[in-house]
T-cell receptor, first 112, second 113 residues
Framework: SQQGEEDPQALSIQEGENATMNCSYKTSINNLQWYRQNSGRGLVHLILIRSNEREKHSGRLRVTLDTSKKSSSLLITASRAADTASYFCATDAGGGGNKLTFGTGTQLKVEL | DTGVSQDPRHKITKRGQNVTFRCDPISEHNRLYWYRQTLGQGPEFLTYFQNEAQLEKSRLLSDRFSAERPKGSFSTLEIQRTEQGDSAMYLC???????????FGPGTRLLVL
């Protein structure tokens, strides 16, 4: 079953703009990870944030985590056409082999 | 590091046939996971191995599904008597115990006619 929802389901922006996508989840977690998936392909790991962290940066990516609200956001700054993809958040609740529970994804389209 | 590889990348089969997929994890990754992803959804966990031991199976994994990892290296996922509802992308991931990141393969896209 899906852990939670991502918002928005789809997002269309112009190149150079920032893209923000949100993820909500239901249970306590060890960490939350964001993945990118290009059409019909596998998942590429972007960034991981632990439950005791509030914000993390990696290049043009910024992730926040609010465990009290069980939510996270991913910000992509200065977007490029190559950022066009689906983005998924995934939670690791620990135990059970640290399997990941994914959200429903946000489809991002960056137009030239 | 070579990445996680999966074979085949695409499979078309007729309902009722058996299919088998293979996953080769990153070497020295002792944990291996299988997920299934249907169109427009996020991946859903199916099962995972620690070395050769299969430690958890999701309720999604009906008795028509079987997974093995005989020598703790590559893994196979077999679906017997395929149904149209089995059409999906089957994703494999691996990680080293003690590390948090799972690395995914390109997936096997299955279409059952």
């Amino acid at each position: 079953s899906q852990q939670g929802e991502e918002d928005p389901q789809a997002l269309s922006i112009q190149e150079g703009e920032n893209a923000t996508m949100n993820c909500s989840y239901k249970t306590s977690i060890n960490n939350l990870q964001w993945y990118r998936q290009n059409s019909g392909r596998g998942l590429v790991h972007l960034i991981l944030i632990r439950s005791n962290e509030r914000e993390k940066h990696s290049g043009r990516l910024r992730v926040t985590l609010d465990t009290s609200k069980k939510s996270s956001s991913l910000l992509i700054t200065a977007s490029r056409a190559a950022d066009t993809a689906s983005y998924f958040c995934a939670t690791d609740a620990g135990g059970g082999g640290n399997k990941l529970t994914f959200g429903t994804g946000t489809q991002l389209k960056v137009e030239l | 590091d070579t990445g996680v590889s999966q074979d085949p990348r695409h499979k078309i089969t007729k309902r009722g046939q058996n299919v088998t997929f293979r996953c080769d994890p990153i070497s020295e990754h002792n944990r291996l996971y299988w997920y299934r992803q249907t169109l427009g959804q996020g991946p859903e966990f199916l099962t995972y191995f620690q070395n050769e031991a299969q430690l958890e199976k999701s309720r999604l994994l009906s008795d028509r599904f079987s997974a093995e990892r005989p020598k703790g290296s590559f893994s196979t996922l077999e679906i017997q008597r395929t149904e149209q509802g089995d059409s999906a992308m089957y994703l494999c991931a691996s990680r080293r115990q003690g590390q948090e990141t799972q690395y995914f393969g390109p997936g096997t896209r299955l279409l059952v006619l």
